[in-house]
């Protein structure tokens, strides 16, 4: 089966750093991708690891290692408008293009 | 404007009567799919579709049916709307590219009653 793994809150201070973990066990793999998503809006596109390393853009950085089934989102000087909920999704499991997703993490950033 | 539009974007219906939610993009994807959002449980896959004529069961499919019979629009029906499908229901779209970032509609809350 399929399964994604993240946890489902995580607390910080405005100006901190904070890592969102993902762990993924799917039958397929072709990439791992990361979305946001603010309370009643819909879910928007971060970023999207194809191979192991570090991709960053902006203040936000993403990580694969493929042979740890492990990524994670980075979050860099963190700001109040921040707060969200961050999902993985896989590309690839069950060989589809279509991304299967995470139950998400809510980052609540704090004055 | 790059967009992917649903309607309605709230619907409140009564068990067992037939509705559509469309599904349209201007940005000539092949790549489209449903997905529902419960508290808890994160964004599950209905169905997919790679291309025209090309659908597919996602994770959550019972109850629901697609077409794709045009590149730009992939409605979602529901033929006998029950209780448990009351949720957000979002579509998304996205062609094969270097990042597959995908975009998604403003998303359509549905009740069923």
């Known amino acids: 089966g399929q399964s994604l793994e993240q946890p489902s809150e995580v607390t910080a201070v405005e100006g901190a750093i904070v890592q969102i973990n993902c762990t993924y066990q799917?039958?397929?793999?072709?990439?791992l991708s990361w979305y946001q998503q603010h309370d009643g809006g819909a879910p928007t596109f971060l970023s999207y690891?194809?191979?192991?390393g570090l991709e960053e853009t902006g203040r936000f950085s993403s990580f694969l290692s493929r042979s740890d089934s492990y990524g994670y989102l980075l979050l860099q000087e963190l700001q109040m408008k921040d707060s969200a909920s961050y999902f993985c999704?896989?590309?690839?499991?069950?060989?589809?293009?279509?991304?299967?997703f995470g139950r998400g993490t809510s980052l609540i950033v704090h004055p | 404007e790059a967009q992917v539009t649903q309607n309605p974007r709230y619907l409140i219906t009564v068990t067992g009567k037939k509705l559509t939610v469309t599904c349209s993009q201007n940005?000539?994807?092949?790549?489209m799919s449903w997905y529902r959002q419960d508290p808890g449980l994160g964004l599950r896959q209905i169905y997919y579709?790679?291309?025209?004529?090309?659908?597919d069961k996602g994770d959550v499919p019972e109850g629901y049916k697609v077409s794709r019979k045009e590149k730009r629009n992939f409605p979602l029906i529901l033929e006998s709307p029950s209780p448990n499908q009351t949720s957000l229901y979002f579509c998304?779209?996205?062609?094969?590219?270097?990042?597959?970032?995908?975009?998604f509609g403003s998303g359509t809350r549905l009740t069923v009653v």
């Open positions: 799917t039958s397929g793999f072709y990439g």
């Open positions: 579709s790679m291309n025209v004529e090309v659908t």
């Open positions: 940005m000539n994807h092949e790549y």
């Open positions: 998304a779209s996205s062609s094969p590219g270097r990042d597959y970032g995908y975009t």
């Open positions: 690891n194809g191979l192991d």
């Open positions: 999704a896989v590309i690839g499991a069950k060989g589809s293009y279509i991304p299967t």
